[in-house]
T-cell receptor, first 111, second 112 residues
Framework: QQPVQSPQAVILREGEDAVINCSSS?????VHWYRQKHGEAPIFLMI?????EQKGHDKISASFNEKKQQSSLYLTASQLSYSGTYFC????????????FGKGTLLTVNP | NAGVTQTPKFQVLKTGQSMTLQCAQD?????MSWYRQDPGMGLRLIHY???????DQGEVPNGYNVSRSTTEDFPLRLLSAAPSQTSVYFC???????????FGQGTRLTVV
């Protein structure tokens, strides 16, 4: 079962912030975040493991609330290069190798 | 270091034809998987493998077969192509399901 992402799409001006949410009906072991540019392969951003940690690099960070089975990706002071489709992927306890993705969030950053 | 290599990049098939999408990785990863990507549907897991000789079904396995005879290769077979299988197919590999996944460049398949 695919995790649910929201919003489906968001349009920003350069320098604005955005939050993308990911939730699951299953107990989660890990949450993955990827970004895909049009016509290209998805590229890894980060993984959060069971334990409720928060990770980040540069101006992109993420949190994982294990109890609520939710994760959020935070993009601050967005840049034009942040444009693309963001996917969250999840693995659940008992099947740590089955990585399933949500439908994606299309992020457009305009000048 | 090539990473994950998929062939072909583009393919047109007639309904009922069979073909194999190739996927090879040179990172000695145990975990490999196949996804299909359709507009508005995200990446849907077709089959995955946790090592040579071990495969399992994902979310949308019908119409596809896989085998894993070596660590490096994980081919995806379409036995009798249908227009509903028109899609972009991505192969990915990783050390485990909880580490960074490396994706191939994709195969764009059209079934007419």
């Amino acid at each position: 079962q695919q995790p649910v992402q929201s919003p489906q799409a968001v349009i920003l001006r350069e320098g604005e912030d955005a939050v993308i949410n990911c939730s699951s009906s299953k107990a989660l072991y890990s949450v993955h975040w990827y970004r895909q540019k049009h016509g290209e392969a998805p590229i890894f951003l980060m993984i959060l493991l069971k334990g409720g940690e928060q990770k980040g690099h540069d101006k992109i960070s993420a949190s994982f609330n294990e109890k609520k089975q939710q994760s959020s990706l935070y993009l601050t002071a967005s840049q034009l290069s942040y444009s693309g489709t963001y996917f969250c992927g999840t693995t659940s306890g008992g099947s740590n190798y089955k990585l399933t993705f949500g439908k994606g969030t299309l992020l457009t950053v305009n000048p | 270091n090539a990473g994950v290599t998929q062939t072909p990049k583009f393919q047109v098939l007639k309904t009922g034809q069979s073909m194999t999408l190739q996927c090879a990785q040179d990172m000695n990863h145990e975990y490999m998987s196949w996804y299909r990507q359709d507009p508005g549907m995200g990446l849907r897991l077709i089959h995955y493998s946790v090592g040579a000789g071990i495969t399992d079904q994902g979310e949308v396995p019908n119409g596809y077969n896989v085998s894993r005879s070596t660590t490096e290769d994980f081919p995806l077979r379409l036995l009798s192509a249908a227009p509903s299988q028109t899609s972009v197919y991505f192969c990915a590999s990783s050390v485990t399901g909880n580490t960074e996944a490396f994706f191939g460049q994709g195969t764009r398949l059209t079934v007419v």
